[in-house]
């Protein structure tokens, strides 16, 4: 299913590459072996968003190489999106497109966090093939923008496939903020009305979900849809492992909640909350 695209977002994108500086990386002579079993859009958009990190140097040079990637990917969003709708999808696949460039502004913010983040964080470069985290907000970010303008089945699809990949679960509905980082990430869940703020930082194990569920009047066995239920995270907050953070609730700005915590009620700015009393552990030797 052809699409043609007739935006600008080649234009923009050409000169975001040539924008880019040290530590960013900006060598066009690397080349790394390919990797297969993967969906043709994340591909794509992985070498729009960084081509010096896969395998696609001819963008830096060509804009006319970036043109036709996005005419290649603009297809695959179209045949990806008409199974679901009505009528004629290229409003909405130009619409996504044109947001590449905004979106390559947040990733790289987002790589930023991942590095001033993690201590064990060598090279940008590192964080932008290996972290499951950035692999899992990068498709994220493409898929809220499919959700936002009424491709919310087809944005759920990149989602879905984004969770396989990398263990993490963010729902495209999510609203995420700038500069966040998922540490490890395996296990962590973000629904659907969550709402992030900036400089957010998550590892492994973290849900933020809902606490329960209303039942839709007028209708046996239906959970109730579109009204919110999951938490409201602010600036400046860090979540440790295995933390549940669940419903309409908010965590205040500059806030650490420690591992394994259970949080249902509002949190105020400036707070810390963690497990106080741990059970108790024994250990035995055997003879």
């Known amino acids: 299913m052809e699409y043609r695209y007739a935006g600008d977002a080649h234009e923009r994108l050409s000169a975001s590459y040539a924008d880019d500086e040290e530590p960013f990386p900006t060598s066009v002579s690397a080349c790394f072996p390919d990797r297969e079993h993967r969906r043709d859009e994340i591909t794509l958009l992985q070498e729009l968003f960084f081509p010096t990190c896969w395998n696609a140097p001819t963008l830096v040079r060509d804009e006319l190489a970036v043109l036709d990637h996005l005419d290649e990917l603009g297809s695959l969003f179209k045949a990806g999106i008409c199974p679901y709708i009505d009528g004629r999808p290229d409003e909405i696949v130009a619409a996504v497109l044109d947001s590449l460039p905004r979106i390559r502004r947040l990733l790289k913010r987002d790589v930023e966090a991942a590095y001033k983040g993690d201590p064990a964080a060598k090279t940008h470069m590192e964080i932008i093939r290996s972290y499951p985290g950035f692999l899992a907000i990068q498709i994220q970010r493409v898929a809220h923008v499919l959700y936002d303008i009424g491709a919310e089945e087809y944005a759920r699809e990149l989602t879905e496939y984004g969770k396989t990949e990398t263990g993490i679960d963010i729902h495209p ?105 741990h059970p108790t552990q024994e250990l035995k030797r055997y003879e």
Do not use: C, M
């Open 173 to 277: 509905g999510a609203e995420i903020g700038e500069y966040f980082f998922i540490d490890h990430g395996t296990g962590v869940v973000i629904g659907e009305t969550a709402t992030v703020g900036e400089w957010v930082r998550l590892y492994q194990d973290v849900t933020l979900g809902a606490l329960h569920f209303e039942e839709e009047e007028g209708e046996e066995h239906a959970l109730k849809k579109g009204y919110q239920r999951h938490p409201t995270i602010g600036d400046h907050v860090v979540i440790g492992a295995g933390t549940k953070v669940l419903g309409d609730i908010s965590v205040g700005d500059h806030t650490s909640i420690g591992a394994n915590s259970w949080i249902t009620e509002d949190v105020p700015d400036h707070s810390k909350v963690y497990v106080k009393d």
